[in-house]
């Protein structure tokens, strides 16, 4: 059997276990023959088996059976599947792929948003942060001469179509913790030389303050209330500015959302970009802030033809 097939297996049985919750073997098998892979033949016990251990060996999703339920199997792990979790974005993007391999005959009615390739320094940083490796990067920032690094690769984030490092370096003088863009690096090797772990770092905690990838300590951490009008409250609803969203006030013609943040410029950019629609209540100084910026605009767009 192909590969590409056994993958699309894999992600069939995970799909159809997480809409379920709970299912017998029976159900899975049923629809494995009606309406999945099996083309109208059934599942096996024992290839159900193997791709129960293929799964939990390849996204480190393991698929119990609750016997005092009739033996119902459910994914056991749920909390892998999270949001941002490395396991979720890669059954979503395989379960898309898959999805789209049968779509060729429309091709040109698919309209897709072009994510820039990191290439082979995204493979080079995985490397080293897997094998705890010091790296040299050279690297050029908007307006500057290239630089040349050293550093400990820490963890990689995906944001806005973007890759980015975040690296520790330990003779910083300004800050040790550097992110660097993966389109701006002109090259990145490892070394043979390696660094003790960094056993209290926890990826998700360092930008859990942040609103993106711009990660800058000396912006404190605040209680920030924006007001959304009109359908925004749906958009910002459905899909919330930061994780500790909470709303907080609803009227008629507005909603007002509490974030625990530390407010950014990337964070003053979302805001702005949405035009009016969104408003920031509080703190007065970022709010201040966001109308000075706006005038600025203003001024811009009135000053230049």
Same mark, same amino acid.
């Given at each position: 059997?192909?590969?590409?097939?056994?993958?699309?297996?894999?992600?069939?049985?995970?799909?159809?276990?997480?809409? !379920?919750?709970?299912?017998?073997?029976?159900?899975?098998?049923?629809? $494995? %023959?009606?309406?999945?892979?099996?083309?109208?033949?059934?599942?096996?016990?024992?290839?159900?088996?193997?791709?129960?251990?293929?799964?939990?060996?390849?996204?480190?999703?393991?698929?119990?059976?609750?016997?005092?339920?009739?033996?119902?199997?459910?994914?056991?792990?749920?909390?892998?599947?999270?949001?941002?979790?490395?396991?979720?974005?890669?059954?979503?993007?395989?379960?898309?792929?898959?999805?789209?391999?049968?779509?060729?005959?429309?091709?040109?009615?698919?309209?897709?948003?072009?994510?820039? *390739?990191?290439?082979?320094?995204?493979?080079? !940083?995985?490397?080293?942060?897997?094998?705890?490796?010091?790296?040299?990067?050279?690297?050029?920032?908007?307006?500057?001469?290239?630089?040349?690094?050293?550093?400990?690769?820490?963890?990689?984030?995906?944001?806005?179509?973007?890759?980015?490092?975040?690296?520790?370096?330990?003779?910083? !003088?300004? *800050?040790?913790?550097?992110?660097?863009?993966?389109?701006?690096?002109?090259?990145?090797?490892?070394?043979?030389?390696?660094?003790?772990? /960094?056993?209290?770092?926890? !990826?998700?905690?360092?930008?859990?303050?942040?609103?993106?990838?711009?990660?800058?300590?000396?912006?404190?951490?605040?209680?920030?209330?924006?007001?959304?009008?009109? /359908?925004?409250?749906?958009?910002?609803?459905?899909?919330?500015? /930061?994780?500790?969203?909470?709303?907080?006030?609803?009227?008629?013609?507005?909603?007002?959302?509490?974030?625990?943040?530390?407010?950014? *410029?990337?964070?003053? %950019?979302?805001?702005?970009?949405?035009?009016?629609?969104?408003?920031?209540?509080?703190?007065? $100084?970022?709010?201040?802030?966001?109308?000075?910026? %706006?005038?600025?605009?203003? %001024?811009?767009?009135?000053?230049?033809?």
């Amino acid at each position: 059997m192909k590969a590409v097939t056994i993958f699309r297996e894999y992600i069939w049985l995970v799909s159809t276990i997480r809409r !379920a919750g709970r299912i017998t073997f029976d159900e899975i098998s049923r629809r $494995w %023959a009606d309406t999945g892979p099996g083309e109208g033949a059934p599942l096996s016990r024992s290839t159900f088996n193997r791709h129960r251990l293929a799964v939990e060996e390849m996204f480190g999703l393991i698929i119990d059976c609750d016997r005092r339920t009739g033996c119902e199997y459910f994914i056991a792990n749920e909390e892998e599947l999270r949001d941002n979790s490395v396991q979720s974005w890669m059954l979503s993007t395989l379960a898309v792929s898959d999805m789209l391999a049968g779509q060729l005959a429309i091709r040109h009615r698919i309209l897709l948003e072009s994510v820039p *390739s990191a290439g082979e320094w995204l493979a080079v !940083a995985f490397v080293g942060i897997r094998q705890n490796l010091w790296l040299t990067m050279t690297y050029r920032r908007y307006g500057k001469e290239p630089k040349l690094y050293r550093l400990q690769p820490l963890c990689v984030k995906l944001w806005r179509k973007r890759w980015y490092l975040l690296a520790f370096i330990p003779d910083c !003088a300004d *800050s040790q913790y550097r992110i660097f863009s993966f389109d701006r690096i002109m090259s990145l090797h490892t070394t043979d030389d390696t660094f003790r772990p /960094h056993a209290d770092f926890d !990826a998700e905690a360092f930008f859990a303050d942040y609103f993106g990838a711009m990660a800058d300590t000396s912006v404190r951490l605040e209680q920030v209330i924006i007001r959304a009008y009109g /359908h925004e409250v749906n958009y910002v609803r459905d899909l919330p500015v /930061h994780h500790s969203q909470q709303e907080i006030a609803t009227e008629a013609d507005y909603s007002d959302f509490r974030l625990t943040l530390r407010p950014t *410029s990337d964070f003053a %950019a979302a805001i702005l970009s949405r035009g009016g629609l969104q408003q920031v209540i509080a703190p007065q $100084w970022l709010a201040d802030d966001l109308r000075a910026r %706006a005038a600025q605009m203003l %001024a811009t767009f009135s000053t230049n033809p």
